[in-house]
């Protein structure tokens, strides 16, 4: 039985056929696959009916030729370290999303070559952005070719003040024995050790053996860095390291904040904070993110506003005192302040 080759000779349906069936713009067509502007609901409805009906398929590469955009941001990450930054990456795409653009990700490895296809993607002119989850910048990628925003480099800087506000409190505190209890990964004690040597302050650095926030490396650390390194003030990352410290220092005898500083970074949880009376840096990754993602928006868009950054409070509980203050004085009284 021979197939008719009517449907094979039928002449593709173009915008303007959907636009004709609707009774609208081919510019309005274009908006409601785009998204860039906003339009009725039931006019979306009405253009996507059209073009199943048509059988139309906007064409992403006519598109960017014409508007010179396309509403595509790649994202590189490295296989290897996805698992740890995958709850990073789903905020970025939704962050994006919310100002409509979608994303195309890019596993590469670190080594010459691996970026081709995204390079393929960005030489034809496919993308209008790109941001590296890259742990190191990535050379081989045309970076110059599109505005492209380094999200490590974007965190370190936000930790980096964070560190920086911490540390300039802990010194005028009196304190210069700083430790850091913290999971193995994290990036706040890297910068933390820069911070700590630029301003020439003794510090033990603790990096647990334990992948993972819990009391138990919270205890060990403090017994470590407490015990035997006699460090008077401590930045803890994560609730559950912060109440293994408190265990330690409840089962030790030693006050805080009389005799021991304690501060936390990452601790967003108010009723733990109310609990313990902690210190903490106001610091979420989703505020670095939607910072990341409004530069490279503003690079795409040649935006006059650039924002410049993230700037962490510091919130002060109670747990923090001066190192002069005399052991057993549990006179301190209980501050709650914004720095």
Same mark, same amino acid.
């Given at each position: 039985?021979?197939?008719?080759?009517?449907?094979?000779?039928?002449?593709?349906?173009?915008?303007?056929?959907?636009?004709?069936?609707?009774?609208?713009? #081919?510019?309005?067509?274009?908006?409601?696959?785009?998204?860039?502007?906003?339009?009725? &609901?039931?006019?979306r409805r009405q253009v996507f009916d059209a073009a199943r009906k048509l059988d139309y398929q906007p064409n992403i590469i006519a598109q960017a030729m014409r508007n010179k955009a396309t509403g595509l941001i790649g994202i590189l990450i490295d296989p290897a370290g996805l698992q740890k930054k995958q709850m990073r990456l789903a905020e970025i795409v939704t962050t994006l999303q919310m100002n409509h653009y979608d994303t195309i990700i890019g596993m590469t490895a670190q080594e010459k070559g691996s970026g081709n296809s995204m390079q393929r993607l960005i030489s034809?002119?496919?993308? &209008?952005?790109?941001?590296? $989850?890259? #742990?190191?910048?990535?050379? &081989?990628? @045309?970076?110059?070719?599109? #505005?492209?925003?380094?999200?490590?480099?974007?965190?370190?800087?936000?930790y980096r003040k964070a560190a920086g506000k911490v540390v300039n409190y802990f010194r005028a505190c009196g304190h210069c024995r700083i430790g850091c209890i913290a999971p193995k990964a994290h990036i706040f004690p890297q910068v933390l050790g820069d911070v700590l040597e630029e301003k020439g302050i003794w510090c033990e650095s603790e990096y647990c053996f334990e992948e993972r926030d819990s009391v138990e490396t919270g205890m060990s650390g403090a017994e470590r860095l407490i015990g035997h390194q006699s460090a008077t003030?401590? /930045?803890?990352?994560?609730?559950?390291?912060?109440?293994?410290?408190?265990?330690?220092?409840? $089962?030790?005898?030693? @006050?805080?904040?009389?005799?021991?500083? $304690?501060?936390?970074? &990452?601790?967003?949880?108010? /009723?733990?904070?109310?609990?313990?009376?902690?210190t903490t840096i106001r610091h979420t990754p989703g505020d670095w993110i939607q910072n990341a993602v409004n530069r490279l928006l503003c690079q795409i868009n040649r935006s006059e506003f650039m924002p410049d950054g993230i700037y962490p409070e510091l919130i002060i509980r109670g747990s923090v005192a001066s190192a002069f203050t005399e052991f057993g004085n549990t006179s301190c009284e209980m501050k709650n302040e914004i720095l």
């Open positions: 039985m021979k197939r008719s080759n009517a449907c094979c000779n039928r002449k593709k349906a173009t915008i303007r056929d959907v636009a004709m069936m609707v009774g609208v713009t #081919p510019g309005t067509v274009s908006h409601a696959f785009s998204g860039k502007r906003a339009i009725s &609901d039931k006019v034809g002119g496919l993308i &209008d952005g790109m941001i590296s $989850l890259l #742990p190191k910048k990535f050379d &081989d990628c @045309p970076a110059m070719q599109v #505005p492209v925003i380094d999200a490590e480099a974007e965190e370190r800087s936000n003030a401590v /930045i803890v990352i994560g609730e559950a390291i912060a109440e293994g410290v408190y265990r330690w220092a409840s $089962l030790h005898k030693i @006050p805080i904040p009389a005799r021991l500083s $304690l501060i936390g970074v &990452d601790m967003m949880d108010e /009723i733990f904070c109310r609990k313990f009376s902690l």
